[in-house]
């Protein structure tokens, strides 16, 4: 069976993203839905995603939310 991979979410600054690799996260989440309180801009999860290049073996992962047609 392979193992597992795992991926932290939500991560917000550096500290959070250097604790993910140390700790061997395959993946470091963002989040890009404007509500949360762990939103990103597009800006920082891409200064955080520079830091995180060479350094996590799978790379960053993104959220986003589905607005279902709501248009809002």
Partial sequence: ?????????????SSALDAAIAARAD?????????SP??????KAAELGARADG???RGPAGLARDRGG???
């Fill in 38 to 43: 762990r939103f990103l801009t597009p800006a």
């Fill in 55 to 57: 350094r996590i073996d």
């Fill in 27 to 35: 993946y470091a989440g963002f989040n890009f839905y404007p509500p």
């Fill in 1 to 13: 069976m392979p193992a597992p991979r795992i991926k932290l979410c939500g991560l917000t600054d």
């Fill in 70 to 72: 709501q248009g809002r």
